[in-house]
């Protein structure tokens, strides 16, 4: 990845109301960079799929400007589109299809001619060699999902989307979809994936964007995000229990725990000062003998969870 | 031009035919050999002929129009149809292909189909009547425009429907009573005077007398009309499934 080089998609001003009323996308900014995994996170109903869809041209924007690759998605939309991959949410199968089929039907959509060889290939990386001559509505739930991402990959996009990829999925197959997901990022795939679980987006994407009510309130390096809004708990094992925490503590609204034994200070990773220092000086004087210190980090769930609550006020950013 | 996407659907729907070869090819046949058992047997003796054309020979245009018409239209309607309620759908909307290509591939292949069936019917006539056509061009011609513009119609209520109710209602409630009250098994001349003028507020007449003219050269309009008919008829479909992609109608949000 190239941090300097032009994004492969550009999102500027994209705005998307409904028919009904319903403001599902407002004025989203976004650039996604060349070969990374970016995950978006949102509640439903957030606009994660209309994002995805108006990129893919399913949904009509009300306004703003989206470019796949530099060409524009409605002037070149044939350029555009070519670059990318969708599997969609749901399990949109044609039940009595053949895999091999359907996968040939895939690529040819996208312009490209038969290739048998590749199409052999993809399956057998995806388990589905031996499901080739199969019916659709034969396959298990984890076997068509397999299917989707075989026809979504059919034409060698440069962009794929996995819209919520392991929404109903077992562990078992979500345990397989990032191995498949950790390949083509080796590949140099640009991965674009939306999800509401938390640990999903944690432990495989570079980037996280939130998205709440349509606008996207946070987009950071994964890291960067988890400690830019990321709380930090102290806590302070003492030698001795305390009965109360003393006055001169009382500005850390330090947390005492039942037994005494335990003190616990929260603070925030992007303040100037956390306090620590100060906060050690005055147990020191208060006379409180430490045995332990230890620190524990908020997750990105805990974060997401924060950030959607705080929206009601603004932006976060 | 992205003719693998074109030849990507159009092979895709006839592998779809293939598969249902039974539905599709067996039923007519049997249809047809029904319809000339009951018409051609069992009334035709008492009605001898038609304009100087034996009636068993009279009725093959109309019954090939008959089969064409509702095949063109249940074939097209559903071949759109499905893909929307099955979802699949997504991947054609999100495909670097034109909407004009899409057509092409979904009509495309039901107008084929149809043009088999059509052929089909015709080779089991000529095992019931002896058949002569008098300008095969012509015939040909208009077997070709029907085929297409009445899969274009098609897919316009493919489109439009999203229930199965809705995809059978025209044909079921429109198209059948058009085709039979359009002269399918009779000439217009055989009806009362009043109804000879109602009738030719039918566009199917039209398509019919032209048919049957390729066939006998007996027409109940001038044959120029009934070519102009079907003309306008593409043309009116062509306009509204324009108007549909360019606004999108029931495929984008």
Redesign the interface.
Same mark, same amino acid.
């Given at each position: 990845m190239n941090p300097t080089s032009e994004p492969i998609i550009r999102v500027r001003g994209l705005g998307k109301r409904?028919?009904n009323g319903f403001t599902a996308l407002s004025n989203v900014d976004l650039d996604i960079k060349e070969g990374e995994i970016l995950a978006l996170l949102g509640p439903n109903g957030a606009g994660k799929t209309t994002l995805i869809s108006t990129i893919?041209? !399913?949904? +009509?924007p009300t306004s703003g400007s989206v470019t796949v690759g530099g060409h524009d998605i409605h002037k070149n @939309? #044939? +350029? =555009? /589109?070519?670059l $990318?991959g !969708?599997v *969609?949410q749901?399990l =949109? $199968? =044609? *039940? @009595?299809d053949v895999v091999a089929?359907t996968v /040939?039907?895939?690529?040819?959509? @996208?312009? !490209?001619?038969r290739n048998d060889v590749y199409i052999e290939e993809l399956l057998g990386r995806l388990s589905l060699g031996d499901k080739m001559g199969n019916i659709m509505q034969q396959l298990s739930g984890g076997m068509k999902r397999r299917v989707l991402i075989a026809?979504a990959l059919a034409h060698e996009p440069r962009i794929l989307f996995l819209d919520e990829p392991t929404a109903g999925v077992d562990v078992e197959l979500r345990k397989d979809m990032w191995a498949i997901v950790e390949q083509l990022r080796a590949d140099g795939v640009t991965i674009i994936l939306t999800t509401h679980y938390i640990e999903e987006a944690e432990e495989i994407a570079d980037r996280v964007g939130v998205i709440a009510k349509g606008r996207i309130i946070a987009i950071d390096d994964k890291v960067n995000l988890m400690s830019r809004f990321g709380r930090k708990q102290l806590t302070i094992e003492l030698r001795d229990p305390c009965d109360s925490v003393p006055a001169t503590l009382e500005p850390f609204s330090l947390e005492r725990s039942s037994d005494g034994r335990r003190l616990v200070y929260s603070y925030d990773t992007r303040a100037d000062r956390t306090g620590i220092t100060s906060l050690l000086q005055a147990l020191n004087s208060a006379g409180l003998q430490l045995k332990d210190l230890s620190t524990t980090q908020s997750s990105l769930e805990d974060i997401f969870v924060d950030m959607v609550a705080s929206d009601n006020d603004g932006a976060v950013e | 031009m992205?003719?693998?996407?074109i030849? =990507? $659907?159009y092979f895709?729907e006839m #592998? /779809?035919t293939r598969?249902t070869l039974l539905q599709s090819i067996v039923s007519p046949v049997l249809s047809t050999a029904l319809y000339f058992v009951v018409f051609g047997g069992a009334i035709g003796s008492r009605i001898q002929s038609v304009e100087g054309v034996d009636y068993g020979l009279f009725i093959v245009p109309g019954l090939m129009m008959l089969s064409l018409l509702t095949q063109s239209i249940s074939n097209a309607s559903f071949g759109i149809f @499905?893909?929307k309620f099955?979802?699949?759908i997504? +991947?054609?909307?999100?495909? *670097?292909?034109s909407f004009f290509e899409v057509i092409v591939g979904y009509v495309g292949a039901a107008a084929t189909k149809s043009l088999i069936i059509g052929t089909i019917i015709l080779i089991t006539a000529a095992f019931f009547v002896d058949l002569r056509i008098a300008h095969p061009v012509w015939m040909v011609a208009f077997l070709v425009l029907t085929c297409i513009a009445f899969s274009l119609f098609g897919f316009i209520i493919g489109l439009w429907a999203d229930n199965f109710e809705k995809l059978q209602l025209i044909p079921l409630i429109v198209i059948t009573p058009l085709v039979f009250l359009g002269g399918s098994f009779y000439s217009i001349d055989m009806l009362p005077e009043f109804w000879q003028k109602v009738t030719l507020f039918n566009p199917v007449v039209y398509l019919i007398s032209g048919f049957r003219w390729s066939f006998f050269e007996v027409a109940d309009v001038p044959v120029g009309l009934s070519l102009a008919m079907i003309a306008g008829f593409l043309v009116l479909c062509l306009g509204i499934v324009w108007w549909m992609f360019k606004t999108?109608y029931k495929l984008?949000?």
């Open positions: 409904y028919a893919c041209g !399913l949904v +009509e @939309f #044939r +350029e =555009a /589109r070519s $990318i !969708l *969609p749901e =949109a $199968i =044609a *039940p @009595f089929n /040939r039907l895939s690529r040819g959509l @996208f312009g !490209l001619a026809k | 992205n003719v693998e996407g030849k =990507a $659907i895709n #592998r /779809r598969n @499905f893909p099955t979802g699949t997504y +991947e054609v909307m999100s495909a *670097p292909m999108g984008r949000s």
